[in-house]
């Protein structure tokens, strides 16, 4: 069975840094691109980010490009967002998510229960 827990989320002040983490569990994680994505209240699901299973590609949201980074450790099955320069519209409960396709359109097979980030002003 599939396992995806997010940790590090937290109340911090805009224009501080998170940083996130996604074990994983129950799966060849390094067979596997991940991607965090985040539901602020009242808001739909939005993509954050994505790192291919070698780590070698990224894509970034225009809204947190150049402060968020993603990246993943294989050995330890674990992909992490590291972020910085907080707003307050970073608000919202981020997951990570698992899939078998590289991309804006990929599908995921897998979501983490997610950590909530409040950025107060």
């Known amino acids: 069975q599939v396992q995806l827990v997010e940790s590090g989320g937290g109340l911090v002040q805009a224009g501080g840094s998170l940083r996130l983490s996604c074990a994983a569990s129950g799966l060849t994680f390094s067979n596997y691109n991940m991607g965090w994505f985040r539901r602020a209240p009242g808001k739909e699901r939005e993509f954050v980010a994505t790192?291919?299973?070698?780590?070698?590609?990224?894509i970034y949201a225009d809204s947190v490009k150049g402060r968020f980074t993603i990246s993943r450790d294989n050995a330890r099955n674990m992909v992490y967002l590291q972020m910085m320069n907080l707003k307050p519209e970073d608000t919202a409960i981020y997951s990570c998510?698992?899939?078998?396709?590289?991309?804006?359109?990929?599908?995921?097979?897998?979501w983490g229960q997610g950590t909530q980030v409040t950025v107060s002003s």
């Open positions: 790192i291919s299973w070698t780590g070698a590609r990224t």
């Open positions: 998510a698992a899939s078998l396709d590289f991309g804006l359109a990929a599908a995921y097979d897998s």
